[in-house]
């Protein structure tokens, strides 16, 4: 799995592939806890509205859990469901003693604080790591959930052995979960990491001048083919994190997602880049799973 480049054509990184070989090890340690008799790993999505992306996505990780081993059980709500009631069903689970990971699938209807509902999930069972305990953990470099995105990201930078150490790491974006802890974990004194950082947004001036001068982007703002061939300097590395569902006449669906690099001007510039669908994306399930695997062995809280 861990490859070397040593050409200057961009390398396409591959997060299935990836993705898969973090499962398949997942479920070697299934199949070991079951022959111990052990807890299986439980996780539970909660589910509201019908909004088209969230229902792919917690199909996928439902499907996922199924296929290493883990148990997995959903509730729905619709979109008229009150605060009150999401809560209720929160402290629920947190109760259960069964159930190791519990994510409440975003977004949530505009009458819903998202933050109350999140903030309501006990931070043993948080395997999102949005709780405002885990992400203070991790500014704090002590162990805690990783959510799914900066885990993914970083799992692609080790197994594809991309030196991140005293590199220039220009993160665009400073969303709670991606942006702003994936400045934090790639300046951090790991390995991934001891990256000099800048953190990049909406009132960044003269961005060019300073993704020209990056070793790494990792673009995150969710704007579709934001970033352009003439702001990256020959042999970076990028990280696109976008996931827009645009329109489109040629799928079944009607639509496709597009990134946030422009990868046909970028990828022949970049030394390694990940590709929208296929990059980052399945990486997210694995942090996940890897997640509620550390809840059930009780490796985070003890
Ligand atoms: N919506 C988009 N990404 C995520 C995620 O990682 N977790 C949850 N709970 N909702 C999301």
Redesign the pocket.
Known sequence: MKELTTDIAAKIIDGKKVSLFIQDELKKQVEEIKSNGGKVPHLCAILVGNDGG?ET?VAAKIKACENIGYKSSMYRFDDKVTEADLIKKVDEINNDSDIDGL?????LPKHIDVDKVTNYIKPEKDV?GFHPVNLGKLLLGLPTYV???PFGIMQLLRFYNIETAGKHCVVLGRSN?VGTPLSILMSRNRDPGNATVTLCHSKTKKLKEITLQADIIIAALGIPEFLKGDMVKEGAVIIDVGTTRVPATDTKSGWRLKGDVDFDAVAPKASFITPVPGGVGPM?IAGLLANTMKSAKKEIYK
């Open positions: 969230s996505y994510i409440v699938q975003l977004p999102d959510s799914a995105t979960i997210t």
